[in-house]
Structures are given as structure tokens and as C-alpha cells.
């Protein structure tokens, strides 16, 4: 039987005062199946289309820290999944926030984080 999943996507935001963006992960939790699990890419050469100045080093250091949150380790490793997750998808004002979150139905909740990973996440596959 299906359960309900949430979903947000993970923008960098090289220059928040801009507001241009590029997905950069993936964010899925599903409370039935404790599950929360982010998967991320960084795409170095289109962010430099955004700022040709981003420290790259940096926002990986800032996702790395967003999947160890969903692995339960950091400062918010004694908070239940929903907490975690409902803290990584708070509006904020960073080089990394999240899109709005979203829900669904899946029997498999990798399959969904993988799938948006292929979808809005990595570069499109060129096509012959």
C-alpha cells in the first residue's frame, strides 16, 4: 500500500539577493517508512553562469552538512525526521535554500528521490 511521501528540491542560490537559482538535490521524506534522504549534484560549470565568483568549496561543505542532517548526525541529530525535515525546508536566505515542499503517493521512496535527481536535478542526457 502506498504511503504519503514529501519532497522539496535543494537550490543553490549563489547570490541570494538576486534570486536566481539552479537545483542542485533532492530532499525526500516518508514518515511510515522513516525514511529521509537527500542526494545532491553539483554542476560547477552551470553555476558559474549564475556567478563566476562562487566558492564552490563552500556550497558542497553546506550540502554535505544538509545530508549528514538527514543521515541524523549534526546539531540536529537528537530531532525526529519530520523535525529535520521541516528544519531543512525552512525558508531562509542562504547560498542553499529549498523549493516549496511537496507530497505524494510511493510504495518506494528511493525510487522517488532518485527519480527527481534524473528529472530536475542532473543535466538533461543529450538525445542523438
Known sequence: ??????YALVRAVPR????????VGAIVYCAPAG????QTHVDTERLRALDP???TDVLREALRSWSQACDGG???ATS?????????????STIVQTSPAHSGLTDDPQ???DHLMRTQ???PAAHP
Do not use: K, Y
Open 111 to 113: 525510487g522517488e528521490l
Open 35 to 38: 525514511f529521509l534522504r537527500c
Open 121 to 123: 536535478v542532473l543535466p
Open 74 to 76: 549534526g546539531p540536529i
Open 80 to 92: 525526529s525526521l519530520g523535525q529535520r525535515f521541516r528544519w531543512l525546508t525552512a525558508p531562509r
Open 1 to 6: 500500500m502506498p504511503h504519503v511521501f514529501e
Open 53 to 55: 565568483a562562487l566558492d
Open 16 to 23: 541570494p539577493e538576486r534570486g536566481e537559482f539552479m537545483n
